[in-house]
């Protein structure tokens, strides 16, 4: 559903750009290919990106349930040294907004105490549902948390067309870099100006 509406939306905004659409599901993909008439491709959406060379300005529109940028820096750290996932620690919890957990790995955190609207365009000084000033910048704010034994890395997502959020190659590359420097533990973050979602990872060199 939310790459439907990504690809019906981005495709109107930006009808010069070069897409691909990629899903695991055939009827999806054709729904898209018969309503929108953009490229497709049928495999394992992570599995690609983290196989192919990811340009600085090619854009990535995550539309699954699953944190995109954190998995491409797993997969990419993993091709050289031991690494894997760990808990998102219960402290993190208690530094950000409204805090919420699915399971002790992936936290998430939103300004919004609300069900945002779909067409929200993430304006700069009023919120869409409310009217009233934003509180800031939710990504900004994650990158000054201090979590005991951890470093923070924050990939912001940046809003394409109403709804629909997204980050360049270079984004991803930049997070390599910062979290390959140096080995330990990182959690890891993608936000937008509300949203966010949190996990975390520890490598060491092989």
């Not at 899903?23 to 993909?29: A, M, Q, V």
């Not at 060379?53 to 820096?73: C, E, M, N, R, T």
């Not at 805090?99 to 069900?115: D, E, G, H, V």
């Not at 067409?119 to 201090?146: A, M, Q, S, W």
Request: proline share 6%; hydrophobic share 40%; with cysteine.
């Amino acid at each position: 559903h939310f790459g439907y509406v990504a690809s019906k939306r981005l495709s109107r905004r930006y009808a010069r750009a070069a897409f691909i659409v990629i899903d695991s599901n055939r009827e999806n993909l054709s729904k898209v290919e018969k309503d929108i008439g953009l490229p497709v491709l049928q495999c394992d959406a992570i599995s690609f990106i983290s196989s192919s060379a990811v340009a600085d300005d090619q854009w990535i529109i995550p539309a699954i349930p699953k944190h995109v940028a954190f998995q491409w820096l797993l997969d990419q750290l993993g091709m050289e040294h031991a690494t894997e996932q760990i808990d998102v620690p219960p402290t993190t919890d208690t530094k950000i907004p409204n805090p919420f957990r699915i399971n002790s790995k992936t936290l998430y955190t939103s300004y919004a105490t609300f069900i945002c609207p779909d067409v929200c365009n993430e304006p700069d000084e009023l919120c869409t549902y409310t009217g009233r000033p934003r509180k800031g910048n939710l990504f900004d704010e994650l990158k000054h948390i201090e979590v005991a034994d951890f470093e923070i890395v924050v990939v912001r997502s940046w809003q394409l067309a109403p709804g629909v959020g997204g980050y360049p190659g270079n984004s991803l590359a930049g997070a390599l870099n910062k979290i390959s420097a140096k080995p330990g533990n990182y959690l890891v973050a993608t936000s937008c100006r509300c949203h966010g979602v949190l996990d975390a990872l520890r490598w060491k060199r092989a």
